[in-house]
């Protein structure tokens, strides 16, 4: 029996305004195909099957397509949530469905049993984002270390009792958790929400039960092990969902069970379909890296772009947007600019005239001197942040 185990899809994800649309639908057309060409049984995706808790239909389309195609594969499919889901809208259409071989479990279920999947050769407990509430009552007088302990202590007990569960009544046949955590030391990134009291509840590798045979987890988006070993790892996101994944190699990772043991457990590389890259430095070399850029990619390449000048130059923002405006073509997009000079402001004091103290000016004047000093505002986007500023300030003053 071959098992996939994936994660963190999150579709309907966007970068900035752009969304992924088209990474996903590549990455689920390659996803096809590879279980199709390797004979993949089942298939686990381990949490944050959307970016959003209400995802847009275009993501909900894609996903019905997605399991559309597997019906006629024959692939078994088993879904749980993650932070990023919305228990109830996965579970929305669970029982449909069921009986076409795909299998949900959105979020915590009132019989913990009912996370025990019995696939013969294998036990799948697909666990699901086990949510504080899920966890722990919360009890008067609690310390912020006792409150931390006790989420802890909940995520193990629930590991703990599913493995003893299939130990017991499945002698001899392997049991793969599935789960979305934060386990300690594990190497993020930036696209990942901080999850069970601000990731302080976190696990060690020593923490699983060692009746458990494969962990496929999800939630961190970088592929990794879990304290060096070789059976409890992170699948990461399929394509890179923020621009500290840039360099990562993204991978589905395949399990093989053969006579009642998993006997090989493999990372596959997912094709990389676009290049985000970060171009910075002055103004003349960021003008020259682009105009030698390239792109391998199938899709149009995102970039984030960044000059650092050491004197201010409000001449440069104009010319920085004309080049900007050329340079984006079929190549690349251009999702993020900026212009840093090396002499701005840096603190409030430097917005103090000599011998002026700070009762001698109001906070609307800071701001206005503030904006003064920054470049590449136009004069209306000033305008509208002394509005809001203002606004909020008023608000601050009716509350005391
Ligand atoms: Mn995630």
Not at 66 to 72: A, S
Not at 187 to 213: V, Y
């Amino acid at each position: 029996m071959k098992i996939l185990h994936t994660a963190d899809w999150h579709l309907g994800k966007k970068l900035h305004k752009y969304d992924l649309h088209e990474d996903h639908q590549l990455f689920l057309d390659w996803l096809i195909a590879t279980i199709q060409e390797r004979e993949i049984d089942v298939l686990l995706i381990a949490g944050d099957i959307f970016d959003l808790a209400n995802p847009p239909a275009e993501a909900r389309m894609l996903y019905y397509w997605f399991l559309r195609q597997m019906i006629v594969q024959k692939c078994k499919i088993i879904i749980t949530g993650g932070n990023h889901d919305s228990v109830s809208m996965l579970n929305a259409p669970k029982d449909i469905l069921a009986m076409l071989d795909v299998i949900v479990i959105g979020g915590v279920t009132p019989n913990i049993e009912d996370q025990i999947i019995d696939l013969k050769e294998v036990i799948v407990c697909a666990i699901p984002y086990l949510r504080d509430a899920d966890l722990r009552q919360p009890v008067e007088g609690e310390t912020p270390s006792g409150r931390i302990e006790a989420v802890r202590n909940g995520i193990k007990n629930h590991y703990d009792q599913l493995a003893n569960i299939c130990h017991e009544r499945f002698p001899g046949i392997p049991v793969i958790a599935m789960g979305h955590l934060y386990a300690n030391g594990s190497i993020g990134s930036e696209s990942e929400r901080e999850i069970q009291i601000g990731n302080l509840a976190s696990f060690e590798g020593s923490d699983f039960s060692e009746l458990l045979d494969y962990v496929a987890l999800g939630h961190i988006h970088r592929p990794q092990r879990v304290s060096g070993k070789e059976h409890i790892r992170y699948s990461g996101s399929p394509i890179a969902l923020s621009f500290s994944e840039k360099s990562d190699l993204k991978v589905i990772t395949e399990l093989e069970v053969k006579h009642g043991k998993i006997t090989r457990i493999e990372d596959i590389l997912i094709p990389k379909n676009r290049l985000l890259k970060k171009i910075s430095g002055d103004f003349e070399k960021v003008k020259s890296q682009l105009s030698s850029f390239q792109n391998e990619c199938l899709l149009k390449a995102f970039l984030e772009i960044e000059v650092i000048e050491e004197l201010h130059n409000p001449l440069l923002t104009r010319e920085l947007n004309d080049i900007i405006a050329v340079f984006e073509d079929d190549n690349a997009i251009v999702l993020k600019h900026r212009i840093t000079f090396k002499n701005e402001v840096q603190s409030t004091e430097e917005l103090f005239y000599e011998g002026e103290h700070i009762d001698d000016i109001n906070e609307t004047e800071i701001l206005k001197r503030r904006l003064e000093k920054e470049s590449g505002l136009s004069e209306e986007h000033q305008a509208l942040l002394m509005e809001a500023f203002t606004e909020l300030l008023q608000k601050v003053k009716e509350e005391n």
